[in-house]
């Protein structure tokens, strides 16, 4: 399970940074310790319960990650390669992810609620009990997908494409939707009021 | 500590399996089916089911209680002592157990039924049928309705917001998550007197 330290310096609401005393922005050699983080993740091996929230991260490759129940919170994910990733039951929850690629990742009980996602692409993707809630997500594609239990309450959607996916059991209620395509998918058997 | 996740296909239960970093006693919450997946899981983190805990009685989180028994000799935990034919530890409200070095608080939220518990350990919520990722529990009257609005109005809202949720049904949460996008939640919250809605005099 998450830790959650808090940070040692008064008044910081965040959490501190794995095996640290402070968040990121408080650490000392900020940059050498987040290279070190990603470096950590990014190796072979099954991580979980790293704490690594309110960090910004470009162009870094996380493909073929394996974290469980790790936490991203409010987090910038900019150009971000998560395909063929497993990041199981993480929270990536008030996020930005902005030219992501998640393809053939597999985030089954992961949390993205009140994310902002623009042009992302979960294709292939195995998204079974993910939380989705409150995502303004634009110019999405989550096609070929399996989003079984999964919940998109209360989020804006905007040019996504759900094209041949599983949504048994998934909620879309209170959702605001524009160019939004369901096609070849079991929308019937989702939840819209 | 770590968490599992185990999901059911009796009325698509979650089941939440607790247990040190190391492996030894663990915590079963909500055993709604034991299946060789789940079996497995727990032995292979060499996990000796020592505690269940049942949010409540309804079948879809205890169904797979006869079988556990069988395999391991848990002492259950519950609201309601009678309802089961394993002998059950009854939970008292705001009572701390120590599980097996694992400290677990009983919130008591009665609505949905009235046995109905969440348990919290460190910063999470095991709530049960209590609260849901953008639902809340289904009720059988506007007084239970209102019980239930009451519960998680004093007992779960006003705890820290960063607390997470493990719902008996569905995707995992947090209680900010929920607050802010929560539709169900946020309109019932809006009534600003909630002994109001359960008066007898709104039943004519």
Same mark, same amino acid.
């Given at each position: 399970m998450f830790k959650c330290v808090p940070c040692a310096v008064d008044g910081c609401k965040r959490y501190a940074l794995e095996e640290m005393y402070t968040c990121l922005q408080h650490a000392q050699n900020s940059?050498?310790?987040?290279?070190?983080?990603?470096?950590?993740?990014?190796?072979s091996h099954r991580h979980r319960d790293i704490v690594m929230t309110d960090v910004r991260l470009k162009d870094v490759d996380f493909s073929k990650v394996h974290l469980t129940t790790c936490d991203f919170a409010r987090c910038v994910f900019e150009r971000v390669d998560f395909s063929d990733a497993k990041v199981q039951a @993480?929270?990536?929850?008030? &996020?930005?992810?902005?030219? @992501? $690629?998640f393809d053939g990742c597999d985030a089954r009980h992961s949390v993205v609620a009140g994310s902002k996602l623009l042009n992302c692409s979960f294709k292939d993707?195995?998204?079974?009990? $993910?939380?989705?809630? %409150?995502?303004?997500a634009h110019d999405c594609d989550f096609s070929?997908?399996?989003?079984?239990?999964?919940?998109? &309450?209360?989020s804006h959607?905007?040019?996504?494409?759900?094209?041949? &996916?599983?949504?048994?059991?998934?909620?879309?209620?209170?959702?605001?939707r524009m160019g939004v395509s369901f096609k070849y998918s079991n929308y019937e058997e989702a939840s819209f009021s | 500590m770590k968490v599992f996740f185990h999901f059911s296909l009796n009325e698509y239960a979650n089941t939440y399996l607790i247990g040190p970093e190391d492996g030894g006693d663990a915590i079963l919450i909500d055993p709604g089916h034991i299946d060789l997946e789940l079996i497995e899981r727990i032995e292979s983190n060499r996990f000796t089911i020592a505690h269940v805990l049942l949010t409540h009685r309804h079948a879809a989180h205890t169904e797979g209680l006869g079988t556990l028994v069988k395999i391991y000799d848990p002492t259950v935990y519950a609201g309601s002592p009678s309802v089961y034919?394993?002998?059950?530890?009854?939970?008292?409200?705001?009572?701390? =157990?120590?599980?097996? %070095?694992?400290?677990?608080?009983?919130?008591?939220?009665?609505?949905?039924?009235?046995?109905?518990?969440?348990y919290r350990i460190g910063n999470s919520l095991f709530t049960g049928d209590v609260l849901y990722a953008g639902r809340i529990g289904s009720t059988n009257g506007v007084m239970e309705k209102a019980l239930l609005l009451k519960g998680i109005k004093n007992r779960l809202l006003t705890l820290d917001e960063r607390f997470?949720?493990?719902? %008996?049904?569905? $995707?995992?949460?947090?209680?900010?998550?929920?607050?802010?996008?929560?539709?169900?939640?946020?309109?019932? =919250?809006?009534?600003?007197?909630?002994?109001?809605?359960?008066?007898p005099s709104i039943l004519t």
């Open positions: 940059a050498e310790v987040l290279q070190s983080l990603i470096f950590t993740l990014t190796d @993480c929270f990536f929850d008030f &996020c930005i992810f902005e030219d @992501c $690629t993707s195995l998204l079974i009990h $993910t939380n989705f809630m %409150g995502i303004d070929s997908s399996d989003l079984y239990s999964s919940s998109f &309450c209360s959607l905007v040019n996504v494409r759900f094209i041949d &996916c599983n949504l048994k059991s998934a909620d879309f209620r209170f959702t605001e | 034919d394993h002998p059950v530890r009854a939970v008292q409200d705001r009572a701390i =157990m120590d599980l097996s %070095g694992i400290t677990v608080e009983a919130i008591q939220i009665p609505g949905h039924t009235m046995d109905s518990f969440v997470l949720i493990f719902p %008996g049904h569905g $995707t995992i949460s947090a209680l900010k998550i929920e607050k802010l996008f929560n539709r169900e939640l946020i309109d019932a =919250m809006a009534i600003d007197d909630l002994e109001q809605l359960s008066h």
